[in-house]
C-alpha cells in the first residue's frame, strides 16, 4: 500500500478547526493508499511561547514530507509581515513552490453575488507567481520616525521565473476545454518588470498556438471580473496582482471559506507541495465552531490530485458539491446555522 507523509500545520486561529475536517475527508476518501500525518504546533502562539513562527530546522523537517497541509497563520498580537513572512513565505521561498493555483469556481447551491450568474460562468483557475515580485521583501527604511523618513520596496522578475510560471498557465489552459488564456499586468505604469511580463508572455504564446490569449490590466481585469467572469478561464498573474484578484474570485464563490489553494514547484518538485485554504485565521470567529470547512476540505482534494491519487480527489470534491447541492447544511458565511462539524460530518457521510 502506497503511504505519504503529510505534515500538519493547523496554525492560528481557525485553522485549528477546519484542518481536522479535512484530515477525515482525506481518510474517508482513502483507498489503495494512506496517509502519516505529522502534526506542527507551529504559528503565532509558538512565537509567543518561543520567539519564533517554526523552529530552528523547521525546513529540514519539512523536506522529506510528501506535502504540507497548513490551515492559517495569523494573530492580531503578532505583526502580519512577522507571521506572513517568517513562516508562509519561508516555506514558499525555501523549497521554490513558484505556482500558487487557485480554483475559482461556484458549487452547486450556492449563489454568487453576482445577480444571475450560474457556475457555468463562474469557473476560473489563476496561477498566481509565488516566489518572485512584489513578495521579495527587498527594500528598507531610512531616517526612521522623523519627518524625513524614506521607506522603499524593490519588486525583482527575472526571466526564468516570469517564463516557468506562463509556460505552466499555458500548459493548463491547453489541457482545459476553451483554450483561453489571461495575463494580468500593468505595463501602461510599470515599464520595466510588467514590460518583461508582456514580453515573456507573447514569447511563450508562440509554443501554444492552441490557446487563445489575452492581455488585461489588473484594474480593468478586476472589472471584467465583475461584468463579465464568464470571459476568464485560466489566468496568470504576477505575486501581487493575483493575490488580490484571486480574494475577489473568493467574493465571486459566495464566500472566502471556499477558496483553496495550492503551492507548487511542477517541474523540479525540490521539497513538499503546499496547499492551504486561503481565508485566514479568522479570530473573530476563533473557537465557535461555526467556520467554513469547505476551503480546506477542497485543500485536501487538491493535494491529493497532486499526489496521483485522482480518484480519492475527485470523491472529495463531489462530496462537497453535493452537500452544497443539497442547500440543507450550511455554515453562517453562507446564510445557515450549521456547525463546522455539522458539515464536515455531512461531507464525510457523502464520501
Known sequence: MRTYRIAVLPGDG?????????????????????????????????YHRTGNMMPPGGLEQLRPMDAILLGAIGHPTVPDHVSLRDLLLRIRFAFDLYVNL????????????????????????????????????????FKRDMAEEVAFQESVFTRRGTERVIRYAFGLASKRPRKKL?????????QYTMVLWDEVFAEVARDFPEVETAKYHVDAAAARMITAPESLDVVVGSNLFADILTDLGGALQGSLGLAASANLNPQERCGPAMFEPVHGSAPDIEGRG?????????????????????????????????????????????????TTEEFASAVIQQI
Open 182 to 190: 489571461a495575463s494580468i499586468t500593468k505595463s501602461n505604469a510599470m
Open 102 to 141: 487557485r480554483p475559482v469556481e461556484l458549487l452547486p447551491g450556492i449563489e454568487c453575488p453576482l445577480r444571475g450568474k450560474t457556475a457555468s460562468q463562474i469557473n476560473m483557475l489563476f496561477v498566481r507567481e509565488n516566489t518572485e515580485g512584489e513578495y521579495c521583501g527587498i527594500g528598507g527604511r
Open 290 to 338: 461555526i467556520a467554513n470547512p469547505i476551503a480546506a476540505i477542497w485543500a485536501a482534494s487538491l493535494m491529493l490530485e497532486y499526489l496521483g491519487e485522482s480518484q480519492a480527489a475527485v470523491k472529495i470534491k463531489n462530496a462537497l458539491q453535493a452537500v452544497t447541492g443539497e442547500r440543507r447544511v450550511r455554515t453562517p458565511d453562507l446564510g445557515g446555522k450549521s
Open 14 to 46: 481557525i485553522g485549528k478547526e477546519v484542518i481536522p475536517p479535512a484530515l477525515r475527508a482525506i481518510e474517508a476518501a482513502a483507498a489503495g493508499f494512506s496517509c502519516e500525518f505529522k502534526p506542527l504546533d507551529w504559528g503565532c502562539e509558538y
